[in-house]
């Protein structure tokens, strides 16, 4: 019931402050509201019992690419960006492609509420659902997902060095 | 105990609103955080069928994806300044540059 209650103050927020970062029209508000955003899907988390996952979302998310999100907003220059446009002039086309993602998602959920119960998986042996959850999870990503684990190591670099060289290099359009 | 099919309707929900960010916003900044609001989206999916099922490798999934999401967050943002030092904009209709 504890964890009923908890996920549904947690949905709540996500979903409020979701909507509130695209239509705020200033971007630090946007921001402000994805990080309420970001902070409840890690409560969200923590109900689904993946504890080592809110720790990350937390800090990855809103101490990492939240503040990287942050620090743009502040290089840039803010009142210009406010006075600008800020909904697309093709509003009708993108309200007939959200409605129909709509319409599909709501189809989808009709037509399979038979089976939204599923069936409960079986039975864990008593030593896995005693140990913790960081254990588990380290121990899957330095076994079985090793080579996962390297190659996603390679992205990260690749994309530092990419940042890099986009924002350093003096480009000209002339 | 909450049933595995509430975390999916907020997947769900959440996803929805990164789509319609994505195409109602012409600013890039609104734009890149409607995305990591479907990574987001795509998270809870596969940490609910992590828990769901009693297996590990949608928490590990999910790992990637949140690598990925900062990789994404990293050379996005680095494309918006080198943007914005050409063009001084943050609207995404004046970047037709390639445009047909």
């Known amino acids: 019931m504890l964890e009923l209650i908890l996920f549904y103050i947690f949905a709540a927020i996500a979903i409020v402050s979701a ?4 239509t ?26 993946a504890e080592f996952l809110a720790g990350v979302q ?8 939240l503040v990287l999100f942050v620090f743009v907003i502040m290089l840039i220059s ?19 492609t959200c ?6 998602f709501v189809y989808g959920i009709y037509r399979g509420k038979d089976s939204f119960l599923l069936p409960p ?21 330095f076994t079985t997902f090793l080579l996962p684990f390297e190659i996603a190591s390679i992205l990260l670099l690749v994309a530092i060095v990419g940042a890099v060289v986009l924002a350093k290099r003096k480009t000209q359009v002339d | 105990m909450v049933a595995t099919y509430h975390y999916l309707f907020l997947g769900a929900a959440l996803f929805t609103i990164g789509v319609i960010g994505v195409l109602t916003r012409r600013n ?12 987001n989206a795509v998270n809870i999916n596969l940490i609910a069928f992590s828990d769901h099922l009693q297996h590990v490798t949608g928490q590990i999934f999910a790992i990637f994806v949140i690598t990925v999401a900062a ?21 995404i209709n004046e970047i037709d540059l390639m445009k047909w």
């Open chain 1, 78 to 96: 803010l009142e210009r960006s406010v006075t600008e446009r800020q909904f697309s002039r093709q509003w009708t086309i993108a309200l007939i």
């Open chain 2, 28 to 39: 890039i900044m609104v734009i890149l955080m409607s995305i990591e609001l479907m990574m």
């Open chain 2, 71 to 91: 990789a994404e967050a990293a050379v996005g943002l680095g494309i918006v300044i080198a943007m914005f030092k050409n063009k001084e904009t943050m609207n």
């Open chain 1, 24 to 49: 705020q029209k200033n971007v630090v508000h946007s921001a402000v509201f994805l990080a309420s955003t970001l902070l409840s899907v890690a409560g969200i988390f923590l109900t689904l019992h």
């Open chain 1, 58 to 65: 937390v800090i990855v998310y809103v101490g990492g690419i």
């Open chain 1, 99 to 104: 409605a129909a993602l709509i319409t599909e």
């Open chain 1, 19 to 22: 909507i509130l970062v695209i």
């Open chain 1, 121 to 141: 998986a079986e039975a864990q042996t008593a030593a896995e659902t005693l140990t913790g959850n960081t254990q588990i999870v380290g121990k899957a990503l």
